[in-house]
Each structure stands twice: as structure tokens, then as C-alpha cells.
């Protein structure tokens, strides 16, 4: 082998394990894979929906403060409906923000499982040619 096979396999190791060290530092930290999401091709709808969830939870925060200084049944029977309503729809998502995020963190172990056998390929096949 040349000098510049060397140098490639050792550039397409250093590669790889900065991709290890990157998808470690991903995933260590929730916050760090929301911000890797909002920088993906989805990043403007889990803006929005970030956005319709703060949104829905001020509602039932001031649905709750109107029930409570209500003095008429049918008042505040629409503003508990109004606070159920909105309680549900904020769990739901919440429940779809973060089914999406453990989405994209399987994804990045796919791509990483990829990269594995890609490598482990690799080396086979350097193995065979040099017997």
C-alpha cells in the first residue's frame, strides 16, 4: 500500500470517530437534539408546533384563572371545557414533539450503524486484496 491509502484510511477514521463524538454529544443532552431538530428539513413545523403548544398552555393557564373567579354555571362550564380541551391538546404535543425527537435519535444510530458497516466493509475487502 502507498503512503496515500494510509493517509486516507486515516482520514476516514478520524472522520467517523468525530461522528461517534458528535452523536454522543447529541445525545447526551436533550437540548442539544432540540436544537439539531430545529436545524433539520422538519425544523419550521416543530417550531410551530413549539409555538401552537405555548399558545394552547396560556390559554388553559387563563382559562383556569377565569373559572376560578366565575360565579355562573354555564360560565364555568365553558371555561371547564375550555380547560380540559386545551390541557389535552397541549399533551398532544407534547407527546408529538418528543416521539419526533426519539425519531431523529434513531435515525442518527441508523445512519451511524451504516457508517459501521460501511467501515467493517471496508476493511474486508482491503483484507482480501492484500492475500
Do not use: C
Not at 494510509?6 to 461517534?20: P, R, V
Not at 450503524?113 to 486484496?129: C, G, H, I, R, W
Amino acid at each position: 500500500m502507498t503512503s496515500i491509502d494510509n493517509k486516507i484510511k486515516q482520514a476516514l477514521s478520524d472522520e467517523y470517530n468525530d461522528i461517534i463524538a458528535e452523536n454522543d454529544k447529541i445525545d447526551a443532552n436533550p437540548f442539544k437534539q432540540m436544537s439539531v431538530g430545529f436545524k433539520g428539513k422538519m425544523g419550521w413545523m416543530y417550531i410551530g408546533v413549539i409555538f401552537f403548544g405555548g399558545l394552547l398552555t396560556i390559554m388553559m393557564f387563563y382559562s383556569i384563572y377565569s373559572f376560578y373567579h366565575e360565579t355562573e354555571i354555564k360560565s364555568l362550564i365553558g371555561w371547564g371545557v375550555t380547560i380540559i380541551i386545551t390541557a389535552l391538546f397541549t399533551q398532544v404535543t407534547k407527546m408529538w414533539y418528543w416521539s419526533e425527537l426519539g425519531r431523529n435519535r434513531v435515525i442518527r444510530e441508523i445512519k451511524l450503524l451504516e457508517l459501521q458497516l460501511a467501515q467493517v466493509m471496508k476493511n474486508q475487502e482491503n483484507s482480501t486484496t492484500m492475500d
